[in-house]
């Protein structure tokens, strides 16, 4: 009995001195949680350092009253094809890796860039992604845009182009058709070649001035259209130097004004055959109007039409010279090019020799007309062959050049149509009429003789005329062709002055 009450004296006085000294124990944390939760807490303020623990690890708390966070930091990581989670490193109150633990994509051992995305090259703009202003996608000012600044692209002047990383502007190159371009070599060497031919042909007829071969080609008209054949081999050399006011204005001139003066002599040799010949049907007497000096007169009231047209052309829109930059402006700015031209456009050019087209069809309807007269009175043969190949050569022409108004090398193909077109209506007029007479001339003097008295005009429309009366069949014959016994009787191998 005594030993149960010894035990239990001793067990209550173990009891008592663990109570005292956990209510000991506990009073700094209940005075921490009586100022926590006093009525002014924001004055009251928690110490992390405070020198208490629990089970030995010390007790903090940051300024917002949570104790600090501890945590482990795994990576998954593969090894000899077994997955598993490694300790890499871990965080308490600063972080902690271990490098030399950590595993990266590919086997790289630098650390990749912790951001949402990377910068932009230059000449790429940024487009920031919607909520998230750390993150941009990068977008190319791409076509004639440079960038302006980060988050901007913006159009080049239209006679700038975008440099190759498209982060300022420079000028358009500046082309035009230079004399050493395949695209003007062969136009060049055909205009050489007619010139040389043409006054070779108008020093042969100087010479030969009074010799029955001229004379029966119409000097007057034939120096006349020997003329416009000049003017239109010339006029390539003015469609290939370089643009400026006065080799425009010499364009605006003289590429219409050469096809006018060789289609209105043509013109006019026509017609005065055709009214002979017609006149000649009803009656003896001559038409009006076919003396040389006439036919001047007509020749030139019909040339200056083209120069009327001309000088209104200038008093509406006087010439210049331009730099087009949409003409080889393709979607490629490296390729891009401002073409050096003449302000004539395909509208003005048509109008240009509009009237040198009217002419040449009106003068081969006259070709048609007449090509049954008898070939010894007239050049109405070779005068109607020539128109019919100058047509076909401009109906060629039309859809070659208009055809080619959107492509890049438009100013190429164009010029060189153009100049060859008419290079060769002047080489056709030139070989067709007067090439076969040089080389009578030269070659064959002894058919440059008149062996007869030549006869006058009046006297050939009488021939005609009294050929259609006496021979039934004249009258069944086109355009009241003449060629009938009666004026085989009066052929001869000589040549009849039409002067």
Known sequence: LWLEKNLLAEWKALSLEVEVYLCFSLIPLFEVLHNVSSSEPQKKTLNPLMPWSIAGSPVQFNENGDAPGRYDIYQYQIKNKTAEYKTIGHWTDQLYLNMRAMQWPGGVKQVPASICSQPC???????????????????RCDGYQYQHDLYTCKMCRFDLRPNKNHTACQPIPIVKLEWSSPWAVIPVLIAILGIIATLFVVVTFIRYNDTPIVKASGRELSYVLLTGIFLCYATTFLMISTPDVGICSLRRIFLGLGMSISYAALLTKTNRIYRIFEQ?????????FISPASQLVITFSLISVQLLGVCIWFAMDPSQALIDYEDQRTADPEMARGVLKCDISDLSLICLLGYSMLLMVTCTVYAIKTRGVPETFNEAKPIGFTMYTTCIIWLAFIPIFFGTSQSTEKMYIQTTTLTISVSLSASVSLGMLYMPKVYVVLFHPEQNVAKRSTRSLKAVVTAATMSNKFNPKASLRPNGEAKSEL??????????DDN
């Open 487 to 496: 004026c085989e009787n009066l052929e001869t191998q000589g040549y009849v």
């Open 121 to 139: 090259d230059p000449g790429w703009r940024k487009k920031i992604v919607k909520g998230m202003s750390c993150c941009w996608h990068c977008d």
């Open 280 to 288: 000649g049907k009803m009656t003896v007497s001559a038409p009006r």
